[in-house]
């Protein structure tokens, strides 16, 4: 029975694989800049209750799956949650099995989570990203704090309590530690922050002000904006706050730095005529190059996919839209109305910042199939998501 | 000769931009950035330069008002938002440009200063919400850049005038349209006063 299932495994891998193939080629042909309009793939999903199950229909939705009659599904999910969690998915068609797990250890909420990475990776050999953390900034009225969460909302922890205002929090690659810009002193600076000691220092000791920082996807560098120059211009240091060098030189006001994959590329919004737009610049200096992005204007607050192979960003014509072009440029893409999108390290979902009548909250999409999904929420007003990497 | 030819193009523009201006006095106490004009790492393509000078965008600045690298660091007393707020400088959509109408009010900031040499100013850029939060801070600096480059034009000491961005985080007025909007593209003069 168990050589089966495992042939029945191998089998359904290999044709998955087969699939995949086609469809790689199939995307070659396509001009749009990514591949989107993907149906959600159909699943079943019985046995569950009350946290567990709400955790897993959150994390399958925003992961690109849809809930649908047993008869019509693709995958069926079944398990339990007395005790501890199991779950198991079987193909629709040829009933192989293709995961069989239980889980020990941890919160049940966690345990979901693990469940619903496995659920995806089985499903579509994708790394889920239910287990990763978000850093945001929230506003209370007359102060604003960094928050550091599940990416899905749960268990925020207040990171900071200066009573005064903060932005742009950033993950340092690997390391649970952030860079984010305060305004403790009066004037603004940026402060490193390292979750586990608690031990906080000002990055970097220059005249004028610091915003936007970005740090290198190998964790070495950092790019931010400063104003000891002027008018804020883009600049690049080690990550110790060495060797800081300018790279560009305007009259404009250069903001929101994003980094290629390989280090060597940075790029951020300064202006085009009268109109905020994306360049790049070599992160070693020299000539910038405006980002040809079709059919859009006021261009901001670019984000870098780690696979290298997108740029997110904010456009505005009428309303705020989180729009998705190539990193070579070409047309743009609009998602869903928002603004500050941050990718996830799975270079697929999407956190952003979506504004109510008095508040902004954060909201996940799933770029492929658009789909929306907002986070928890507290009590204040949440935006500038960045996604743990 | 690609480097003369846009040297040329340079100083055409250049002389362009001071003729779009008028006879400005010479700064006093400005930090120029070497390159900040053209040069290496700026957009110096010949096509760029009507985006640099003010001929075709009065929305620039003439100079680069840079912090010199001995700045002080600002006093650490009392901050005092009344005695100037009746100075504070409203700004049109998207711009940071000092409008005439709004130039009386930095004549009596830089008259304050004069008769009160201890305290520092700090300029505060604050931005309407209708730009993205990243982008408005960077805009709200720029707006406070604006008004300490002007300060400093009319003689007053950049040394003991520094600047911040709120973006859209703070406004003065809550609500939407364009007459709460208005009043919140703005930059604030706080006088800072010595520690002690």
């Known amino acids: 029975m168990k050589i089966r299932n495992l042939f029945h495994l191998t089998t359904s891998i290999v044709f998955a694989a087969c699939c995949l193939t086609a469809r790689a080629q199939q995307e070659l042909k396509i001009e749009r800049p990514i591949d989107l309009g993907i149906k959600p793939i159909p699943i079943s999903m019985t046995g569950f209750s009350g946290e567990v199950d709400s955790v897993l229909r959150f994390d399958l939705y925003i992961g690109g799956f849809d809930f649908v009659a047993n008869d019509k599904a693709q995958y069926h999910v079944n398990g339990s949650n007395n005790g501890a969690v199991e779950g198991r998915v079987t193909d629709a ?269 954060l909201s996940l999409l799933d770029v492929p199939t658009k789909r929306v999904k907002d986070v928890a929420q507290i009590s204040g007003s949440c935006s500038q998501p960045s996604w743990a990497k | 000769m690609k480097h003369l030819t846009f040297l040329s193009l340079l100083a055409v523009g250049l002389m362009l931009v001071g003729g779009g201006t008028g006879c400005r006095k010479k700064p006093v106490g400005v930090t120029h950035i070497p390159g900040a004009q053209g040069g290496k790492n700026t957009f110096g393509s010949p096509r760029d330069l009507d985006r640099q000078g003010s001929v075709t965008d009065p929305d620039v600045f003439s100079t680069e008002t840079g912090y010199s690298s001995t700045q002080k660091p600002m006093n650490t007393g009392p901050q005092d938002r009344e005695v100037l707020k009746t100075e504070t400088v409203y700004f049109d959509l998207d711009s940071a440009t000092v409008k005439e109408s709004e130039k009386s009010k930095l004549q009596r900031v830089a008259d304050y200063m004069r008769a009160n040499t201890a305290n520092d100013i700090l300029i505060e850029g604050h931005c309407d919400e209708r730009g993205t939060e990243g982008y408005n801070l960077a805009l709200g600096e720029r707006r406070a850049q604006a008004l300490r480059e002007h300060l400093i034009e009319i003689g007053a000491s950049g040394e003991r005038i520094y600047t911040v961005s709120h973006g859209e985080t703070r406004p003065a007025a809550e609500g939407q349209g364009e007459s709460a909007w208005s009043k919140n593209r703005r930059g604030e003069f706080v006088v800072v006063l010595p520690a002690n």
């Not at chain 1, 220059?206 to 600049?235: C, E, F, M, Q």
């Open chain 1, 93 to 361: 068609l040829s009933k192989a099995v293709l995961l069989s797990k239980a889980y020990s250890g941890g919160t049940s909420r966690s345990q979901a989570h693990a469940l619903a990475n496995d659920i995806i990776f089985a499903i579509t050999q994708r790394k889920g990203v239910a287990h990763t953390k978000i850093a945001f900034r929230a506003d209370f009225g007359s102060s604003s704090e960094v928050f550091v969460s599940d990416y899905d909302g749960h268990n925020p922890v207040r990171l900071t309590s200066d009573k005064s205002d903060v932005a742009a929090p950033c993950w340092v690659p690997g390391q649970r530690k952030l860079l984010y810009c305060s305004w403790k002193s009066g004037l603004t600076q940026v402060l490193s922050h390292d979750l586990g000691t608690g031990a906080r220092q000002i990055f970097l000791n220059v005249p004028g002000n610091a915003y936007s920082p970005a740090v290198s996807p190998d964790g070495r560098r950092v790019a931010v904006i400063l104003t000891k120059g002027g008018s804020p211009d883009l600049y690049v240091c080690n990550i110790d706050g060495s060797g800081l060098k300018q790279l560009t030189k305007t009259r404009d006001d250069e903001s929101s730095p994003t980094w290629s994959p390989d280090g060597s590329t940075i790029c951020y919004v300064s202006r085009a005529g009268t109109r905020a737009a994306l360049f790049k610049i070599s992160a070693d200096g020299g000539e910038p190059k405006r980002l040809t992005v079709g059919g859009s204007l006021n261009l901001t607050e670019p984000d870098w996919s780690p696979d290298g192979k997108f740029i997110v960003f904010t456009r505005k014509m009428g309303g705020f839209e989180v729009c998705v072009v190539p990193s070579e440029g070409g047309s743009a893409t609009v998602l869903t109305p928002g603004e500050d999108p941050s990718w996830a390290p799975n270079s697929r979902t999407v956190i952003f910042t979506r504004r109510e009548k008095n508040k902004r909250v």
